[in-house]
């Protein structure tokens, strides 16, 4: 078993093992679970439907940073602990003292942060959703690069039911991950859609009975771990490219880190790897050098 107990107490990183719990003194936690070449970035809030409190929230980017780090790790999957939720948004009891007045902009600012730290990591981001995902869930899970649900899973962004300013970062990952006219029926709306629904829309790249969902994830993760990790990264960096990533005085400076992510692929030895194993009609194993 690699989840291990987490150890609470103030903000901060405990790392056991091959698990590290990024707590705080409030309630809910995030955690990062490694698994060989898969790790997992869990929320855990489930007396609340995995909702994320602003430490939470925090927390995120700290987590995101580490799996980054972490050479061994190829593939993260996102997702909700137990089996009520998701993500089932921003933890709305914390809302009147922490978004609102002058408080609010400083809020939207971590999460903010939040959502770019899951939407720029280098390695490919896989979201497992069953049960709610809804608001800052739904956001968070437009930032993986793959999303798979639960035949279970509801999602929706609500906004215009409680008077909330939604922010361009998130209207910007909604219109380049689905549409703009999806995004419109989404937010003028605020209606709740099936999982069937979402997989229509582009939402989800595929539907589970919940049963099957993890172990058809881990199966899609481990597929992709064992492809070449220079050119993924690559890839991706393209691909936000052509979301429109990249803008003004950093155009240039993606535009180079593009190039030179490309040429890193040729000039590496799983190039030449791939080419070897081609000729000889194996299977490619790949180091990320």
């Not at 970035?41 to 700290?62: G, K, V």
């Not at 880190?257 to 790897?273: G, H, L, M, R, T």
Request: hydrophobic content about 45%; glycine content about 8%.
């Amino acid at each position: 078993m690699h989840f291990i107990a987490c150890i609470k107490g103030e903000v901060g990183a405990i790392a056991i093992g091959r698990m590290s719990c990024y707590a705080s003194r409030m309630a809910g936690k995030v955690e990062l679970i490694r698994d060989g070449a898969i790790g997992t970035i869990l929320i855990d809030h489930q007396a609340r439907r995995n909702a994320i409190t602003r430490a939470m929230w925090e927390a995120i980017p700290e987590v995101a940073r580490e799996a980054e780090r972490d050479p061994e790790l190829r593939v993260i999957i996102l997702r909700g602990a137990g089996e009520e939720a998701f993500i089932s948004g921003a933890d709305i009891s914390e809302f009147e003292k922490e978004r609102a007045g002058d408080k609010a902009r400083d809020y939207e600012a971590i999460t903010e942060r939040a959502f770019a730290s899951i939407a720029s990591l280098e390695k490919p981001v896989i979201a497992l959703i069953h049960g709610f995902c809804i608001g800052g869930g739904a956001a968070l899970s437009l930032c993986a690069d793959l999303r798979y649900g639960a035949e279970d899973a509801i999602f929706a962004i609500p906004p215009a039911r409680l008077g909330l300013g939604y922010g361009a970062f998130n209207i910007e990952r909604l219109v380049n991950e689905l549409d703009f006219a999806t995004a419109r029926e989404i937010l003028f709306t605020a209606r709740r859609y099936n999982a069937r629904e979402a997989e229509a829309r582009g939402w989800l790249q595929g539907v589970y009975p919940k049963a099957e969902l993890d172990e058809a994830v881990r199966q899609i993760a481990l597929g992709i771990a064992k492809n070449a990790p220079l050119t993924i990264k690559s890839a991706k960096l393209v691909l936000r490219g052509l979301a429109g990533e990249a803008r003004g005085e950093r155009a240039a400076e993606f535009e180079a880190a593009i190039d030179a992510s490309i040429e890193a692929c040729f000039e590496s030895e799983d190039y030449q790897e791939g080419v070897r194993a081609f000729m000889e009609k194996r299977r490619p194993v790949f180091k990320g050098r």
